[in-house]
């Protein structure tokens, strides 16, 4: 079965600090991963994927095909990152693109 | 451009009855997905669309239908509402299908079925 999984619903840090948002998936082919993000009173918008190998906003992400996980990490949080932030997947092999969704995880930076 | 633009942003409607939900794609773009997220949880794929014709469906019942206009717009019909479809939906558009073309989304439309 396709599946994505944050097993945080809310991860509170301090500024600066570093964060790191797990993601773990389960998907029987090949799989690309993404991150969304969706601040408050914006619309859910892509922060990265995996096939960009891009580092945006300061925050970079690994695919890790053993463990099955795509954590999300910043060395150093700031404010304006809080936000509410999903894990997606979907397969390469798809012609279509259907993202499947994680349930979220909650990030508050406080100063 | 103004995006993704979903129209109603919100909606009350009463069980059993129907409800049609709009969506005009980024200009340029042919393929429009639907996705249902409900409260707590993550968006869940409903349908999408590529050139006029369903490209792929999700796990959802024979109640929900969509379709895709000559100038890409969409529109999603939900038939013998519940409570559980209360949810906020969301629309996204495409240039092209397929896991290589980025999706935008939407602000959604929030149904709430009483």
């Known amino acids: 079965a396709q599946r994505v999984t944050q097993p945080e619903k809310l991860l509170s840090v301090f500024k600066g600090a570093p964060v790191e948002l797990k993601c773990n998936y389960s998907y029987s082919g090949s799989p690309e991963l993404f991150w969304y993000v969706q601040y408050s009173r914006q619309r859910l918008q892509l922060l990265l994927r995996?096939?960009s190998r891009e580092s945006i906003k300061g925050f970079t992400a690994d695919l890790n095909k053993g463990e099955t996980s795509f954590h999300l990490k910043k060395p150093f949080a700031q404010e304006e990152d809080s936000a509410m932030y999903y894990c997606?997947?979907?397969?390469?092999?798809?012609?279509?693109?259907?993202?499947?969704f994680g349930a979220g995880t909650q990030v508050v930076v406080t100063p | 451009d103004a995006g993704v633009t979903q129209s109603p942003t919100h909606l009350i409607k009463t069980r059993g009855q129907q409800v049609t939900l709009r969506c005009s794609p980024i200009s340029g773009h042919k393929s429009v997905s639907w996705y249902q997220q409900v409260l707590g949880q993550g968006p869940q794929f409903i349908f999408q669309?590529?050139?006029?014709?369903?490209?792929g469906r999700g796990n959802f019942p024979d109640r929900f239908s969509a379709r895709q206009f000559p100038n890409y717009s969409s529109e999603l019909n939900v038939n013998a509402l519940l409570l559980g479809d209360s949810a906020l939906y969301l629309c996204?558009?495409?240039?092209?299908?397929?896991?290589?073309?980025?999706?935008?989304f939407g602000q959604g439309t929030r149904l709430t079925v009483v």
């Open positions: 996204a558009s495409s240039v092209g299908q397929g896991v290589y073309t980025e999706a935008f």
């Open positions: 995996h096939i």
């Open positions: 669309y590529y050139e006029k014709e369903e490209r």
């Open positions: 997606a997947l979907s397969g390469l092999s798809d012609s279509w693109g259907k993202l499947q």
